[in-house]
């Protein structure tokens, strides 16, 4: 298990892996309905995650010449949600930063 980094207890940064690939697809439609565009490339580069009765994951997918950061929860046996997309992000731009609070009464529920 990899210890946290910093005080939210996120996860150290994991590169792109089966677990962040499948959760990616997953997500891809509800990210495209939100952001109003189909992608043509659309790869997890990286992400952090916080286990707490299911699991938080912070997601860095790469777009071509952009980032998107997915903030995601999967709850135990059931599908994840989609809780926020950051647009034009960087590839430079830390995962571990704070949830925006702003962005967090939105929540994207995906048909399994």
């Known amino acids: 298990m990899a210890k946290p980094f910093d005080e ?3 996860s150290e940064e994991h590169r792109n892996d089966e677990v962040c690939s499948e959760l990616t697809r997953f997500l891809r439609p509800a990210v495209e309905a939100h952001c109003g ?6 790869n997890c580069a990286r992400y952090v995650k916080q286990d707490i009765y299911g ?7 790469a777009t071509g010449n952009n980032f998107l950061h997915l903030h995601a929860y ?3 046996n059931r ?6 997309v950051e647009n034009n ?8 930063e704070p949830f ?8 994207y529920k995906i048909k399994s």
Request: proline share 12%; charged share 20%.
């Open 8 to 10: 939210t207890g996120f």
């Open 37 to 42: 565009t189909k992608f043509e490339f659309f």
């Open 55 to 61: 699991t938080n994951y912070k997601i860095k997918v």
């Open 74 to 76: 999967k709850p135990p």
């Open 100 to 107: 925006p609070l702003s962005g967090l009464a939105r929540t």
């Open 79 to 84: 599908p994840a949600q989609l809780n926020l």
């Open 89 to 96: 992000r960087t590839s430079a731009d830390p995962l571990n």
